[in-house]
């Protein structure tokens, strides 16, 4: 284990030769972000390469490659020769990695968060969170041979029965977001090998570093050579992915332009594919809600991991009297501190890109321009010592309505939009009216109240004072509606499902052809 974190953080402290433009820091010279084919690291002889830079100082930390066509085909042909031992290897010893696995990344937490702080530049406390949110679902994994079970039906006839296996489907892919560089990888391939499947990654090209991190840590807890795989780059990386026939599926995460492309490419050429899109979700506050409990619980699901969450709690609507407390609201919101990721007692930390910073700020904007009230503006907040870095404060727009652009799209930034409204059935016909589906929480001390919500509200995932309703992996991830393309959600039973085919065999024994039931014991002659 020493081994790999020497060779995985070497790209975190080697001194990069830079020039200077603009904020960011572009390297002549820097460590480079290998391939992982047939279970070795694998220098890229890409032409084009894309700088990864720290997001609280746009100092350059790596350089992916772009994989060229060949690498890419040969990450390929390496999982389809994996597959079939694989695929027969017993449950139990795919278990035994599992578990062996599970270990692993728990023993390394803090370099896992270290790396993505430095690539992502969330806190390092969120990081420790991304990474235990994935390992949960490893955990998860080594319950396999229970969740592997087929089913069985005897005597469906005379002496006939019918039973069925569920069986991997081969190749299968995994396409990651920026956001979570742990967690989401970790929703897919372990999920994927455990039921008999080979893999091809690409993570983000944005922090790919603990993609890296984990695949090397399941090959040494004896996942075979050939199992996974790590491809990188954008476009045409992509493109590979939903057209080779070789790949029977594919796992998205990430915004609804890329998600929508990825599932209709990739459906027409006949392939299994799950999609998490984007999302809007709203935070219903009633005013009999315990306030201090409820204003806490909107500050940390809007701001934390600045916003850069399909879960954020980015949109507030206040039923009735719950207006007042908006107020103290922007008070606990003042409150938190914005620094660096990985310096103590930062609440939140940068956003991954200046182009992002300048989406953010330009939504807010067209908020103002459009008529809501700018409550909190942290869009020109200083970080000393780090004043290339990526930053923006909490934001906070008042009285927003569903036409404007701040409302209509995701802001994935630390902005909270909110709105006032007189009943329940008010609230619930603002959700319900948005094309997203992803999340949504209900804050009261009502029991009535939230049952009505949680029957009443058209969204795959619900939370009873629950700010990120996020399931843990023995259920699954259930957004739906524009948040959402394909049959089988991720993890948990739905899972399984997606990476699984069902076989149904049905036998017919007479009972006729039994054969004796004694043993002849006399002498045998010839006759």
């Known amino acids: 284990m020493a081994t790999l974190l020497r060779t995985t953080l070497q790209p975190l402290r080697t001194q990069a030769v830079l020039r200077i433009c603009g904020s960011r820091h572009y390297a002549s010279t820097a460590p480079t972000t290998k391939l992982f084919i047939n279970g070795q690291t694998v220098e890229s002889q890409a032409t084009e390469w894309i700088d990864v830079h720290n997001p609280a100082t746009n100092e350059v930390v790596t ?42 990344i728990k023993d390394n937490m803090a370099a896992l968060a270290k790396n993505i702080t430095t690539e992502q530049g969330k806190t390092l406390i969120d990081a420790e969170g991304d990474v235990l949110r994935g390992l949960q679902v490893v955990e998860h994994c080594c319950s396999i041979t229970s969740l592997q079970l087929g089913e069985t039906l005897p005597s469906i006839a005379k002496d006939m029965d019918t039973h069925t296996y569920r069986l991997p489907l081969g190749v299968v892919a995994g396409v990651t977001p920026f956001n979570f560089p742990a967690m989401i990888p970790l929703w897919m ?34 996942l075979p050579d050939g199992v996974v795989n790590v491809i990188h780059g954008q476009h045409d990386a992509v493109n590979f992915i939903c057209d080779n026939p ?30 998490n899109m984007g999302a809007k979700n709203h935070g219903v506050i009633m005013p009999d809600a315990n306030k201090e409990n409820t204003l806490n619980q909107l500050c940390g699901a809007a701001f934390g991991a600045a916003g850069q969450r399909c879960m954020a709690l980015s949109t507030a609507v206040f039923v009735g009297e719950a207006k007042e407390w908006i107020p103290e609201l922007i008070e606990r919101a003042k409150q938190l501190k914005v620094n ?6 930062a609440d939140l930390g940068p956003l991954i890109s200046p182009q992002a910073k300048q989406r953010v700020c330009e939504l807010v904007q067209s908020g103002v321009e459009q008529g809501a009230e700018l409550l909190l503006d942290g869009r020109d907040i200083k970080v000393p010592g780090y004043e290339n870095g990526n930053f923006v404060g909490p934001t906070v727009l008042h009285k927003v309505n569903p036409d404007m652009k701040c409302y209509e799209e995701e802001i994935f930034g630390p902005v909270l939009v909110s709105m006032e409204v007189d009943t329940l ?4 016909e603002v959700i319900n009216s948005n094309p997203y589906g992803n999340g949504t929480a209900i804050f009261t001390t009502n029991g ?18 629950v700010p990120i309703p996020v399931p843990l992996p023995m259920f699954s991830f259930t957004g739906s509606r524009g948040s959402f393309r394909g049959d089988s959600n991720f993890y948990g039973k739905s899972g399984i499902q997606f990476y699984t085919q069902i076989k149904t065999v049905t036998s017919l024994w007479k009972e006729s052809d039994v054969s004796h039931t004694r043993a002849a014991v006399a002498m045998p002659v010839q006759k």
């Open 63 to 104: 350089r992916v490659p772009k994989s060229t066509p060949a690498e890419m085909q040969a990450a390929v042909d390496a999982a389809k020769a994996a597959f079939p031992s694989w695929s027969e290897t017993t449950i139990l010893t795919r278990q035994q990695v599992m578990f062996k696995f599970q270990q692993l």
């Open 246 to 275: 070789d790949i029977r599926a594919i796992s998205f995460v990430g915004s609804d332009q890329a998600g929508q492309y990825i599932y209709e490419r990739g459906s027409k050429n006949g392939k299994r594919v799950q999609s």
């Open 340 to 345: 660096a990721g990985d310096q103590p007692g």
């Open 448 to 465: 009535a109240t939230a049952r009505k919500f949680t029957q009443a509200v058209d969204v795959g995932q619900v939370g009873v004072n």
């Open 189 to 222: 391939f372990p999920m994927a090998a455990v039921c008999g499947n080979t893999c091809i990654m690409k993570p983000s090209e944005r922090d790919p570093g603990a993609t890296m991190m984990l695949v090397e840590m399941a090959k040494e807890a004896g």
């Open 425 to 428: 059935d008010d609230a619930l």
